[in-house]
């Protein structure tokens, strides 16, 4: 509508110093999307290698991978774009094809979905989740992308190119659940029957309790990416290990890929900068590859475990600092013209979104504060950082939130008729209507 991504809305709309500190944040979680990415396709290298190539060895092959798979960018965008369907399609088919190996109960599943519950200690996952599913970056990409299509300036060629873009994107957020529905489907299913609660961990086997890790023949584990594979070999057999590191490989690919696309819109668009392809995977990779590789080589597979959650709980925060400018630029007469939000739409969204907030606001609070306030003399200091740090995002939200939306941006004639009924008292009015929007 706008010929314009949320990148450059952003920068045309916000204060300088508020766009760079945007820029920064949106930079940030590019990098801390990169990392589960880099881990999973290292675990991946080492399961299909049999350990015969170590965690760290996996790092390092996949700054490589990625950069080859770039080059791929130099025979056109349709290719690229190509080969990422494909890479998602082997990791669908892949995920899909061990829930069916490991089928879950039918009725269980439909309860859950219906009445959903979290057990103590989950939110922290289940919000890192969100994170995975929904990354920030990606709003920034799929803006983007849809300026690639060719539409005629007529407000029913208009018309039909969002309807196809919402359906396009509701297409592609519908295949990413089934996708992360199956993943949990297959833990559930494989795993949970043997979750022995003492211990913490997965343990099968055993004369006794399958509890027991005492026994001869008794195993336990930790569950994780690297040993998701050798639970399912044991739990369910040899393919669904094979496929499942295949599914993790195919999917760090296509996700570093994806993310390399979206920090070059991001800063073309904040900055009005342009780099190579290459070059900017070379810089985000690197700066993603030296905590993801001393990580490894200090703490090994647990601590590479325990860093994929807290990247993706960092895409959770970042998610409403990206969704908010957003849903007030789509909300706009200023920017949408007559295509902005209806106030239905506006209201489920925006619930939504203040649902995430409250989300992220709870999981800082259960992992951060609350552990420092059990301790018998609890650090100051730290309480006071995290506290300071808490309230620095909560007012940079609140911020965003209640700046109204003031610069019109050219919209073709069909679609500007609202600007010119509904903007004749200017900026107040626009914020009044985006308030009760």
Sequence with gaps: VSRRHLALMCREEYHPRLNFLLWVLAELMIVASDVPEIIGTAFAVQI??????????????????????????????SFLNAFIGFLVGVMSTCFLADCFLSPPDGVAVLGGTIVPSLPDGAIQLA????????????????????LSRKVNPDKKSMEYACLYMTIETGFSLFISFIVNASVLLVAASSFAPLWC???????????????DGTSGDAKCFDVGLETASTLLFRTVGAKASTLWAIALLASGQSSTITGTFAGQFVIEGFLQLSMPLWLRNLVSRAVAIIPSLVVTLIAGPSGANQLIIVSTVMLAMHLPLALVPLLKFTDS???????????????????????????????????SITPLLNQKSPPIILLAMWGLGSAAYLTLLAHLILLPVRNAVPLPACLAEDVQEGSGTGGQQISGMEASG
Aim: aromatic share 8%.
């Design 48 to 77: 299909l290698s049999s350990n015969a190539i170590p965690l760290w060895g996996g790092v390092l092959l996949c700054a490589l991978s990625t950069l080859v798979f770039l080059s791929l960018s130099y025979l056109g965008l």
């Design 127 to 146: 919000v890192g989740l969100l994170g995975a599913v929904a990354m920030p970056h990606n709003l920034f990409l799929q803006s983007a992308l849809v």
């Design 197 to 211: 609660e003492p211990k913490e961990q997965v343990c099968q086997g055993g004369a006794g309790d399958v509890c």
């Design 333 to 367: 007469p200023l920017k949408m013209g007559n295509q902005r939000n209806s106030r239905l739409f506006s209201v489920i969204s925006w619930s939504l979104a203040m649902i995430v907030v409250a989300a992220n606001v709870t999981v800082v609070w259960d992992a």
